[in-house]
């Protein structure tokens, strides 16, 4: 018998809760596994010692229900990179002891990219000192930027709370009877997928959104105003859909650089609004679908978070059979119907790595998604959960903040 | 037998199609009533005699539940303006000519106070001119601002976006170890209703929004500060709703006006976030929920839809009973069990009046919202309603761009 230890790590999702409860659901059906720790604030609460047990803070079936429909991390995060063990070993025999002291033989790590480095120099550091404890991620972000899987955790949630926006900001858009320009800034620092995943209104018959920008396409602003007066002329109201990581002018982007190097980018719509506005002379607004975008869960797909608990689960599994180092990951056999199954890549293969919207998705003039590609999207946003309502707003499960402290 | 014709105006709501199938749905029933007209744009329709039959675009009782869940105004809208018409009586001669033109006897006129406005100088002008053309104002606002009325249809959907996107941002805003501060500006000119609904969170057991500010309180940028600080000292996330309309120093309001003499605000978050960043230096950011709080149908108040349909049909039997010149309106006659009658008020009462949340529902440092406030808003917010998907997001109701032009 042993015990487990699970984490959560980066930008909240709507997803990483359900992981969470797919490890601990899973884990409560293994009769090798005793208790199931929660680190607090991702590796941070392994690295102090800063560990809940999950056990004892979620009771019941009804628990986990709410903890599926509770948005972000109710462990919560943290953006800690650990060094290279050859440099600075310090953090590492810090996570050894906590992880020996409290006998826990696999650490499961919910998180992105810088996760999974995570995953990777923990797995490799215990694989080199000898040691057997077995280092797993699931993964999560709404970026859908992570390498080998065919999708992530938290993406379809988030592309269902985007599609769904944007379908009613084009009905508050088209009111008036003045031509007007509506410009909706959607996450996604290199990777277009969330922006992308807009275009799928088109199936439903809307012309909207009509000009898509992602990163993987160049950029240029004649272009881009070339493009709105086209659209103008074909519709009063013209509904641009546009990735916050685009290629913009110098000074645009604040430039502010977080842990892993990211550039913290923001203010692309609003800059845009203001070269219609001057260059074109019509009423235009901008739309920063802001954090509600990662944390609506109030609009899940359940597709989504059927899948996030599955994956979870699948992990707790990948280590009981022995493995350590590694990566779950959807690997999509067909789109209609649609079926995945959960395989395992190595955790290399994925740390560190982003994953871009294929070329042949983005049509020729790079300002629109082709149609084929929402076969991809669509069936990632299929079906809502049933949610558990109090005082009219969706309940959330919630450790208290002392026990977090 | 006469026709009827029907308009929307103002800024969008959830709401504003369900009155129209109200008052629809209605004059169906209704033998008196024939053909059944829409007015694109509001009151511009009935100027330039741009209607449509409704009767030949709203087929089944499907299409109205589809209109029951598709935000903003299915017929467009305006914000035109009528003048005096003891100075200038064109477009009332206009209006008039289209009405009898079209042996329409009675107008109904969904939309907010400015809205009242046109609904009492038509009845004014069609009783001095002797035309017995009856005049029905349908309220509409997410402001919740109109006299008389116990609240406004559109306000209840409004309010249960707000509080459930709080509810969601204030789990977003907790992930990470170090204390923050996040800022959430919410509609609201001069009447802090919606902002104050945000505080419906606290019988969740939430102790956010911990702080809320309302244009009724007087807002300085000291005690703000103060407020803050304090409130860190207590929790680790500090979550702020601030209504758009707070008093601040000049400069910060872009000072453009509409046509109705209200000042076009923005950037009030951005404005308190750099505040706070540059007087207390901690992590903060600020999230303005825009649009997206008039129109995410996908999570309207049943209770508020069930409303707004009901007061539409009232509004018909209403005109039916020889009124005009009335605003139909809600008079609340318990909170628990939440029981309302629909009343009539006279146009005059309700138009260009402004209500303000009650001095008593705010607390004493001004900061926050009392406690026994909250019965005023929870009935207001509950209920979900079952919505058609279509490829997994809301499906609309949608009249062809080309009708409408």
Chains 1, 2 share one sequence.
């Not at 990735?243 to 203010?267: M, R």
Request: aromatic share 8%; charged share 20%.
């Amino acid at each position: 018998m042993f015990n487990i230890a699970v984490a959560q790590s980066g930008g909240p999702t709507c997803a990483i809760n359900a992981s969470l409860v797919g490890v601990f659901r899973e884990a409560l059906t293994e009769p090798e596994i005793d208790a199931i720790f929660g680190s607090v604030n991702g590796i941070e609460g392994i690295i102090s010692n800063h560990l809940v047990d999950l056990k004892s803070m979620i009771l019941t079936n009804d628990d986990m229900e709410l903890l599926r429909q509770t948005p972000s991390t109710v462990l919560g995060s943290c953006r800690f990179k650990l060094p290279d063990y050859h440099e600075d070993d310090a953090p590492y025999r810090q996570i050894a002891n906590t992880l020996r002291q409290r006998n826990i033989g696999a650490f499961f790590y919910i998180g992105g990219n810088d996760s999974m480095d995570t995953v990777q120099k923990l797995s490799a550091y215990f694989s080199e000192t000898g040691s057997d404890i077995r280092i797993i991620g699931i993964p999560k972000t709404i970026d859908n930027d992570l390498c080998v899987t065919d999708h992530t955790p938290g993406f379809g949630s988030a592309a269902k709370y985007v599609a769904a926006t944007l379908h009613e900001i084009t009905r508050d858009s088209t009111v008036y009877s003045i031509p007007s320009v509506t410009i909706v800034e959607i996450m996604g620092r290199h990777a277009g997928w969330l922006t992308a995943s807009s275009a799928v209104l088109h199936r439903m018959g809307e012309t909207a959104p009509h000009l898509v920008y992602v990163p993987e396409a160049h950029f240029s602003q004649e272009r881009f105003l070339a493009d709105v007066r086209q659209e103008m002329s074909k519709h009063k109201a013209v509904i641009v859909a546009v990735s916050e990581g685009i290629e913009v002018p110098e000074g645009v982007q604040s430039g502010v650089v977080d842990n892993f190097g990211h550039k913290y980018l923001s203010g692309i719509g609003k800059y845009l609004e203001s070269v219609v506005r001057s260059e074109i002379g019509c009423k235009v607004r901008s739309i920063e679908l802001n954090v509600m975008q990662r944390c609506s869960s109030h609009l899940g797909s359940k597709t989504d978070i059927d899948e996030s608990e599955a994956i979870g689960a699948a992990g707790v599994r990948c280590a009981l059979s022995g493995e350590s180092g590694k990566v779950m990951v959807f690997r999509r056999i067909s789109d209609m119907p649609y079926t995945v199954t959960i395989e395992t890549a190595d955790a290399a293969e994925v740390a560190n790595c982003e994953k871009f919207l294929p070329e042949k998705y983005i049509n020729s003039a790079g300002n629109n998604i082709r149609d084929f590609a929402l076969n991809y999207f669509l069936p990632l946003i299929q079906g809502e959960q049933h949610l558990v309502m109090e005082h009219g707003v969706p309940k959330h499960f919630a450790i208290h903040e002392s026990v977090l402290k």
